[in-house]
């Protein structure tokens, strides 16, 4: 086998790791990801670094916290110096390409990608940016709860578009790297936007589930008994202006799993189609997402806390001929991802010209024992001043300047339902906590960067909305005169190359 592997990135959007059989679910039909996990390294305690789309992705594709790079929301520009691991690959002689979605925000739509084959379903300027200073403004483009109140079957969607569109580019080329006479091996992202609300599904994916079959939110909390981050949640989201009923929390629920299933669906087509191009042996499937759904848990939707089913999120690896199938049960969070794509390809942690926040995951992969922790950073809408998180074995700490501390013992408590840092036994622990926090971060500074990059942000926007406006959306290039037949090429000549695989005589 070639020491240096292909890579195929799955990526989903809003998927929760508690929403798969993989990982306990008894509802979601998902036999291709079952498969994966059957014959793959699943990660049970994996997560993401900061509950949000762009932020978390700029973490994944960097191996930094959050604050590290000035990724705090969903405008937040990801800075075209900053390396990726499509730099790294592609120094290393990797062909990189993304399809779909990676909420790139700024004139840099690439960031070391190759090739990217589809634009991104999210707008790439700053209009989004969140104002810590106007907490009680909702603009229109915050979550709303439409999506759940709406919730139920369609013919098709926005995301239904995006997402066909993303797996067919996808599938496409890798017939066409399978046809080119181009060695190098490949990073491929296919990155879709499902599950993603709003939680709206085409009939044939929300009628393969029955209302009966639907398990509704196991926590149920009283607003005026939630922690002050999740009311404030509940008014980002527009929750005390339009509540919900249980008929929509299930259907919400239904169109969910649905999309789970769409999701499914779209990995059988595309591992088909690896297998097909003759790359599956050489090549590391990993399935992930950027951060997960509270799909009605504590009365919360969408994401944007620590809570469990926002921030823990699905990792399987699968190459068979490489490592065996195993669950991982130390923790290890997106910003691991770099460093491992880079020891898989070759590489040496000496090649990183920027300190990392993450660790290879080869050693776990290969059954060693991982480092067991996982550091979040929260500082988007519905925040008024930072949010971090630290996961460490059993126990996750929660801390914001404004808000009392949350300590939860994960392995005797998974819901998260009794907070241990005001209790006496636990004060020692909290304490300790509270101490790595103040080493860690610069609370204060890193609140009044975030309050400045927010003015910034705003001033930008509405300045390059005044008069002739270029936008930065990517926009795919498809030369019709490269296609197909041509006549700038013997006809016999161009028909034997597209086909595959070659005929033998």
Request: aromatic share 10%.
């Amino acid at each position: 086998m070639p020491d240096r592997p292909n890579f195929l990135i799955l990526m989903a959007d809003q998927l929760t790791a508690r929403a798969l059989p993989a990982y306990g679910n008894r509802v979601a039909k998902t036999p291709h990801i079952d498969a994966l996990a059957a014959s793959g390294v699943v990660f049970d305690s994996f997560y993401c670094n900061s509950p949000l789309c762009a932020p978390s992705r700029f973490s994944f594709l960097s191996g930094r916290q959050v604050s590290a790079i000035g990724a705090y929301d969903n405008a937040a520009e990801f800075p075209a110096q900053i390396p990726t691991f499509a730099h790294y690959l592609r120094q290393g002689g990797y062909q990189t390409v993304l399809s779909g979605k990676m909420h790139f925000c700024g004139a840099d739509q690439l960031h070391g990608f190759e090739e990217r084959l589809t634009t991104d379903i999210y707008p790439a300027d700053f209009g989004w940016t969140p104002d810590w200073n106007r907490f009680e403004h909702r603009p229109s483009w915050y979550h709303t709860m439409d999506s759940v109140t709406q919730a139920g079957p369609c013919i098709r969607t926005n995301q239904i578009d995006f997402d066909d569109d993303v797996v067919f580019n996808a599938r496409q080329h890798l017939f066409d790297m399978a046809r080119r006479k181009d060695a190098r091996p490949f990073c491929m992202v296919a990155s879709m936007t499902h599950p993603h609300d709003p939680y709206a599904i085409p009939h044939r994916y929300w009628d393969r589930y029955a209302d009966s079959e639907i398990d509704m939110p196991r926590v149920r909390i009283a607003a005026d008994d939630l922690d002050p981050h999740s009311k404030r949640l509940r008014h980002v989201i527009g929750l005390n202006l339009l509540p919900v009923n249980e008929a929509q929390v299930r259907a919400a629920r239904r169109a969910y799993y649905g999309a789970v299933s769409y999701v499914d669906d779209q990995v059988g087509v595309l591992l088909a189609a690896l297998a097909d191009a003759g790359f599956a042996d050489n090549t590391v499937v990993l399935l992930l997402a950027d951060h997960g759904d509270m799909l009605g848990e504590r009365g919360l939707w969408y994401k944007m806390n620590f809570f469990e089913p926002a921030c823990r999120i699905p990792l399987i690896v699968h190459a068979p001929g490489r490592f065996a199938a195993r669950r991982v049960i130390e923790s290890a969070s997106l910003v691991d991802i770099l460093p491992t794509l880079n020891e898989l390809a070759g590489g040496a942690a000496a090649d990183f010209v920027t300190p990392l926040d993450g660790n290879s995951l080869v050693p776990q992969l290969a059954g060693a024992a991982g480092s067991d922790e996982v550091i979040g950073e929260y500082l988007a809408e519905g925040a008024i001043a930072p949010l971090v998180m630290i996961k460490r074995g059993r126990y996750k700490f929660v801390h914001s300047p404004v808000d009392p501390d949350q300590l939860y013992d994960l392995q005797s408590d998974p819901d998260e339902l009794r907070n241990l840092a005001p209790l006496a036994q636990h004060v020692s622990r909290a304490q300790e906590f509270r101490a790595e926090v103040a080493r860690r971060w610069e609370l204060p500074e890193l609140h009044a960067a975030v309050v400045a990059s927010q003015r910034r942000r705003h001033l930008v926007y509405d300045a390059l909305r005044k008069g002739r406006y270029t936008p930065w959306d990517f926009q795919p290039v498809r030369d019709a005169s490269r296609l197909y037949v041509r006549n700038d090429q013997d006809l016999g000549d161009l028909e034997a190359m597209a086909r595959f695989p070659p005929h033998r005589a």
